[in-house]
T-cell receptor, first 112, second 115 residues
């Protein structure tokens, strides 16, 4: 069964600190892996999208890694800001745009 | 312009009402999607339009009726909804074609409450 699991479920850190969110997946066939940021009550915003051959991808203070052998991905946030408070969702594409397997998300809270 | 717009932002409707949600994009994308998202859950795919034709219906009840009048617009017509249909409705768009799996751009959503 295709699955995407994220950890932790929630995380609280102080402003300015770094953090890393984890994503493990069992999806076949694998097309790409995406990280989305979603503010409460708003639509998801894409942070990165990585294919099988990409190990690392950055978008400002966000850096995603992908290990296709172990089927793990991480999202590292550097120098967190209050505006980073949101849910971060890992999504794996199983071969087409229509077959997206969504993780449950990690709720990140940044405290001043 | 990488924006997907949705109207209205909020909608409250009774179970006997008929209403419509609207979505628009001007990125030249030929795939458009409707998702339903309940609180603290990931989005669930409802419908996919590809080149203005309905290509996927994820067994959605007939009280939800999608329409794609042209390549930029996507509507979701609502009729005789139930309270459990209350949710955030998200529209998205993407490129389509070949064997690619393309990035989806989401709108801000419509918060629907059925009373």
């Amino acid at each position: 069964k295709n699955q995407v699991e994220q950890s932790p479920q929630s995380l609280i850190i102080l402003e300015g600190k770094n953090c890393t969110l984890q994503c493990n997946y069992t999806v076949s066939p694998f097309s790409n892996l995406r990280w989305y940021k979603q503010d409460t009550g708003r639509g998801p915003v894409s942070l990165t999208i990585m294919t099988f051959s990409e190990n690392t991808k950055s978008n400002g203070r966000y850096t995603a890694t992908l290990d296709a052998d172990t089927k793990q991905s991480s999202l590292h946030i550097t120098a967190s800001q209050l505006s980073d408070s949101a849910s971060y969702i890992c999504v794996v594409s199983a071969g087409s745009n229509y077959q997206l397997i969504w993780g449950a998300g990690t709720k990140l809270i940044i405290k001043p | 312009d990488t924006e997907v717009t949705q109207t209205p932002k909020h909608l409250v409707m009774g179970m006997t009402n008929k209403k419509s949600l609207k979505c628009e994009q001007h990125m030249g994308h030929r795939a458009m999607y409707w998702y339903k998202q309940k609180a603290k859950k990931p989005p669930e795919l409802m419908f996919v339009y590809s080149y203005e034709k309905l290509s996927i219906n994820e067994s959605v009840p007939s009280r939800f009726s999608p329409e794609c009048p042209n390549s930029s617009l996507l509507n979701l017509h609502l009729h005789a909804l139930q309270p459990e249909d209350s949710a955030l409705y998200l529209c998205a768009s993407s490129q389509v074609g070949g064997s690619g799996s393309y990035e989806q751009y989401f709108g801000p959503g419509t918060r629907l409450t059925v009373t």
